[in-house]
């Protein structure tokens, strides 16, 4: 059992996320070392954990001690065919094709920035993603620091956000805005476009380009450019840690106070993931 003391944290950018070592977490772990790793998750955002070898029963035990295990996030009736033969409460993130169709979801191409599950009324505040086989080049993902964002805001775009709410919209499967999927499964919700994260009580960007179409009670004319400059000014790059995959990482992150995004990679290489999710507990505000 992997005890405390032998954790080593090695930040993986100024802004946001870290690397964990020490720790082996297919190995069961103590509430004392759930604890540790979930005061390190609120510190950086993002943790990383390289070299691990689980099984499905393995994330979904890692992932429980963070909170609450989500659902996979989408009505049964339009899972990939792939979703039967996995574990309840793991998403497949795959390219893999049977017969010509994806086994699983988010297949191909680059991912806007977005936070996961902010379509819904309580979305899930983390997520977990495994790899299990990864291309040769690409495939990486951004995570963006929603609390440096909101901190460096100028004033003239923040001011006439804050206390306001934007109204979000996401089809199923989509990686870019305007996707259209052939499908009639998407989902809406509406939450403050500047988050206060109830643990730590800071607030974030809460807002992102995949998702967000619009302000509450303010004219399309008005909102587009302070939504549009938010965006930009959240995808900076000195707020944003790139990921490049290896087979046996494991990265968690909070998504009450960060986006992440996809590069490009080859339709010729196989990606393969298993995603989990952290359930949310409370409605944002």
């Known amino acids: 059992m992997s005890d405390i003391a032998t954790l080593e944290v090695i930040k993986l ?28 998750w609120l510190e950086h955002l993002v943790l990383l954990f390289r070299g691990q070898k689980l099984s499905q029963e393995d994330q979904l035990r890692v992932t429980a001690a963070f909170g609450k295990i989500g659902p996979r996030g989408r009505p049964k009736e339009f899972n990939p065919k792939g979703y039967d033969d996995i574990l309840d409460n793991i998403m497949l993130i795959t390219n893999i094709r049977e017969d ?14 977005h936070h996961d599950m902010l379509h819904a009324d309580i979305p899930h505040k983390g997520t977990i993603l495994y790899a299990i086989e990864v291309p040769s080049a690409g495939g990486n ?20 956000l804050d206390d306001r709410k934007a109204f979000h919209h996401y089809h199923y499967g989509s990686t870019q805005k305007g996707d259209d999927l052939g499908t009639p499964a998407f989902s809406e919700s509406v939450h403050p476009v500047f988050r206060t994260h109830e643990d730590t009580g800071k607030k974030a ?28 000014h959240s995808e900076k790059p000195e707020f944003v840690y790139e990921h490049v995959w290896k087979a046996g990482d494991l990265l968690l992150w909070d998504n009450r106070c960060s986006m992440h995004g996809r590069t490009d990679f080859s339709t010729d ?17």
Do not use: K
């Open 13 to 40: 950018s100024p802004q946001i996320g870290a690397e964990i070592r020490g720790i082996n977490l297919a190995e069961l772990f103590d509430q004392e070392m759930a604890a540790e790793l979930n005061r390190l």
């Open 100 to 113: 010509g169709e994806p086994i699983g979801a988010l297949p191909d191409g680059d991912m806007m920035f």
């Open 141 to 160: 993902t951004l995570f963006a620091n929603g609390y440096a964002a909101y901190e460096s805001l100028p004033e003239d775009i923040r001011g006439p």
């Open 205 to 232: 960007v809460y807002i992102n380009r995949l998702m967000t179409e619009g302000v509450v009670d303010m004219a399309d004319d008005q909102s587009a450019p302070l939504l549009n400059a938010v965006f930009d």
């Open 269 to 285: 290489e196989i990606r393969l993931m298993h995603r989990t999710t952290i359930q949310g507990e409370h409605v944002p505000y």
